[in-house]
C-alpha cells in the first residue's frame, strides 16, 4: 500500500501488550500490517475514529472553518463554521478504512437553534438522507449523531464531505458543529 505523501493522517495510537504485540504482529510494526492482523485475530467491531479538534480537514473547504473549544460538546469542542456562517459551506476530510467491508459511519454532530440542514458524501456519492440531515433544535443538544449504517468501503484512503445545504425555517443561521466522526466495522 502506498500513503500519499501529502495527505494529512491523524494521529494513531495502538496500544498492546509487548508480549500480545509479539505473538500477533510478529515483530512487524507497519501500521496498515497492525491493523489488518488486529482485525483478523479480533474479528468484526475495528473503527476508525478522529476528533474533530486534531484532524486537519482538506484544502479547498468553502467557508471559514475553525477548531472551536467548548465544554458542553464531547471531546470539549467541535470543528466549526460560526465565524461566518452561510449556505453551500463545505469541509472534506480524508480518512484511511484499513479493511474492506461494510461499515457504520457516526458523526457527532451537535443540534442547535442556528444550525443548518447537512448532506453527506463520500468518496462524492451522497450517502444517507436524500435530503440531509436537519440539525436544527431549539435546545441545544451536544449529544446528538448522525448514523448511517451499511456503508460497504473498499480498504483505502476516502474522502467525508460535509454540505450545509439549507436551514430548517425556523432555524437562526447556518452553523454546522462536527465534533468527532468515527467508522465502525460491521461485516
Known amino acids: 500500500m502506498v500513503y500519499p505523501t501529502n495527505a494529512p493522517f491523524p494521529a494513531v495510537n495502538i496500544a498492546v501488550d509487548p508480549v500480545l504485540q509479539s505473538r500477533l504482529l510478529d515483530g512487524n510494526t507497519d501500521l496498515e500490517q497492525a491493523l489488518i492482523r488486529l482485525d483478523q485475530v479480533g474479528g468484526i467491531g475495528q473503527r476508525v475514529s478522529v476528533n474533530m479538534l486534531t484532524v486537519a480537514p482538506v484544502a479547498g473547504a468553502v467557508g471559514v472553518w475553525a477548531p472551536a473549544i467548548n465544554a458542553a460538546h464531547l471531546c ?44 453527506l458524501f463520500l468518496d462524492a456519492v451522497q450517502i444517507g438522507l436524500a435530503a440531509g440531515y436537519d440539525l436544527y433544535q431549539a435546545a441545544p443538544d451536544p449529544d446528538s449523531f448522525i448514523g448511517i449504517s451499511g456503508l460497504v468501503i473498499a480498504a483505502g484512503l476516502h474522502r467525508l464531505r460535509f454540505l450545509v445545504s439549507g436551514a430548517n425555517a425556523a432555524s437562526a443561521g447556518f452553523v454546522l458543529r462536527v465534533n468527532q466522526i468515527e467508522f465502525r466495522r460491521t461485516t
Do not use: H, K, R, Y
Not at 470543528?79 to 476530510?93: H, I, K, P, Q, R
Not at 474492506?100 to 459511519?105: E, F, M, Q, R
Open 76 to 119: 470539549n469542542g467541535a470543528f466549526d463554521n460560526g465565524a461566518a456562517d452561510a449556505l453551500n459551506n463545505e469541509f472534506s476530510v480524508d480518512l484511511f478504512i484499513p479493511t474492506a467491508g461494510t461499515w457504520t459511519l457516526l458523526i457527532a454532530a451537535p443540534q442547535d437553534l442556528d444550525a443548518p440542514i447537512v448532506q
